[in-house]
């Protein structure tokens, strides 16, 4: 079973932002690419402790740690370098009109 | 094809990681000096020494990762010697351990003050076992002195602050840091020291240190005497490369290596981390670099190289240092251009410096306390744009 969660209006995300999604356990981030289009992975980087969402970087189709600068990739979620070796999990995107759902497991 | 990884820190153990990553499924063998499985550095200096943390250190893989990575960890076990043509590697032991392909991640030895190796109460910042000593000294000690206001001796400073003592700070350059950051910024990271209860003495060395087996002060060049029960020595480090001495590897400050990192004149023996060398893509002369990230950064270059993958992007040299709750990111090289722009202060976390060369481009940042405008910089030094490209508001 999954459910739809509706994380923001379209235009609430300017491109190459991203944000946490408010009440999410474990949080989740959504993030918009400079290109313009909405991914969703886990807020916390899978190296340390650290919101994606609140303060991530996103460089490409790439999100980008700041703390010590582990990448990954927004599309599989899977890690590009060192210091990460986890995945981050990542979800399904749906955009009806001008509203951003992200698909989570119930 | 086995591989030997000489050396169990950050740079050796994200090595084995990476192979395993880039799908290489042959004998790995790991040899570590100490005798702890292989654990993080940066936190000694930092979480290691808090008064209210378990002081423990924070291992860089868990049993468990330890076990899936399949590697052969030889803990407690020194390399002595590396015969090229024999393509083994002898331990102080006097075992000989052989290799098909040889990587070199022995990493950085801390300089000491002459004459106090063996005196008790004074110490460098490089093992676990230097941050326990240092965390169980601290709440006892009145008259903490730090020799050196680089980063290990200012994180070393706020975390005596956190335990309630005050320290003095000596330094020889008149400005901490001025050969990495300039003076101007580099005074105005120095000025956490005072605002936050320390004493910071700049351009003076030190003469001697009293005392016959525990320390008793510090003897400056001037002849000012500061009595001391805890003196802490952070004033760089040396490649460790003293092993490496008879193996006719060419060795200048590093083991000088190529582009992908395989050490010059050399068939498969490879260096990783503080003690290489190597030509920076994005600067195209020989660097050598003793940031965490780098090492990070090297062991996938290195595992890209043996395994014959695609080499990673190249990064631009990055470091962190946490001082008295602030957080200091540093990333280029501000020392290849001038402060372009500099507001702020450490103490009230809104210091932020931009350096540019002589044609205006980026080449540098010191930020504190602003990861997004950290982050902004970064990509606009990537891209050696001016300091008006990073978009951010001239002033604030």
């Known amino acids: ?28 981030a ?9 991914f969703a992975t886990a807020d916390t980087c899978t190296h340390e402790e650290w919101s994606l969402g609140d303060e991530g970087d996103l460089e490409g189709d790439e999100l980008v740690c700041p703390l010590h600068l582990a990448r990954f990739d927004l599309v599989t979620g899977k890690p590009l370098c060192l210091p990460a070796t986890l995945a981050l999990d990542v979800y399904d995107v749906v955009i009806e009109g001008d509203r951003v759902f992200v698909v989570t497991a119930v | ?39 993080d550095k940066p936190p000694l200096s930092k979480e290691m020494l808090l008064p209210d943390g378990d002081g423990e250190a924070i291992l860089l893989a868990t049993e468990e990762q330890l076990t899936e990575l399949d590697v052969d960890l030889r803990l407690g076990v020194r390399a002595a010697a590396l015969d090229v043509a ?13 290799f098909e392909r040889l990587v070199i991640a022995t990493g950085a030895t801390p300089r000491r003050l002459p004459g106090t190796e063996h005196l008790a109460g004074v110490h460098t910042i490089r093992t676990a076992e230097d941050a326990v000593a240092l965390r169980t ?24 602050r956190l335990h309630g003592a005050t320290a003095t700070l000596v330094e020889a350059q008149t400005v901490p840091l001025a050969h990495v950051l300039g003076a101007e910024v580099g005074r105005r990271l120095a000025d956490i020291h005072a605002a936050q209860g320390n004493t910071l003495l700049t351009g003076i060395g030190v ?41 006719g590897l060419p060795i200048a400050d590093g083991v000088e290596c190529e582009a992908d990192l395989r050490v010059i004149g050399t068939d498969g023996i490879y260096a990783a981390g503080d003690v290489a060398r190597w030509p920076h893509a994005h600067y195209g002369f020989d660097v050598r670099i003793e940031h965490w990230t780098n090492a990070n950064e090297h062991a996938d270059l290195v595992a890209s190289a043996i395994t014959g993958s695609p080499p990673p992007r190249t990064q631009l040299p990055y470091v962190w240092s946490d001082q008295y709750g602030h957080r200091i990111q540093i990333v280029g090289r501000p020392n290849m251009g001038r402060s372009a722009h500099l507001v702020g202060t450490v103490a009230d976390g809104d210091l932020l410096a931009a350096f540019t060369d002589e044609g205006g481009a980026l080449v540098g940042a010191v930020v504190v306390d602003d990861v997004r405008a950290f982050m902004k910089c970064r990509k606009a030094i990537a891209a050696r744009a001016p300091w008006t490209g990073v978009g951010l508001v001239a002033t604030r």
């Open chain 2, 1 to 39: 094809m086995s591989i030997l990884v000489v050396g169990a820190s950050v740079a050796g153990l994200r090595t084995v990681q990476a192979l395993r990553m880039k799908g290489y499924s042959g004998p790995i063998t790991l040899l570590g000096e100490e005798p702890h499985p292989p654990y």
């Open chain 2, 86 to 98: 024999a393509r083994t590697v002898t331990t102080v032991d006097g075992e000989a351990v052989g």
């Open chain 1, 1 to 28: 079973m999954s459910k739809r969660l509706f994380a923001c209006p379209v235009d609430g995300l300017p491109p190459g932002t991203s944000m946490t999604l408010d009440g999410t356990q474990p949080p989740i």
């Open chain 1, 30 to 38: 959504l993030h918009r690419t400079e290109q313009g289009r909405f």
């Open chain 2, 207 to 247: 003469a001697h240190i009293e005392g016959d087996e525990r320390v008793q002060a510090v003897v400056l060049t001037d002849g000012r005497r500061l009595p001391a029960d805890l003196v802490v020595v952070g004033i760089g480090a040396v490649p460790a490369t003293d092993w490496l001495e008879s193996s």
């Open chain 2, 137 to 160: 000294a601290l709440p006892g000690a009145s008259d903490v002195v730090v020799v050196g206001a680089g980063f290990i001796g200012a994180e070393f400073a706020a975390a005596v």
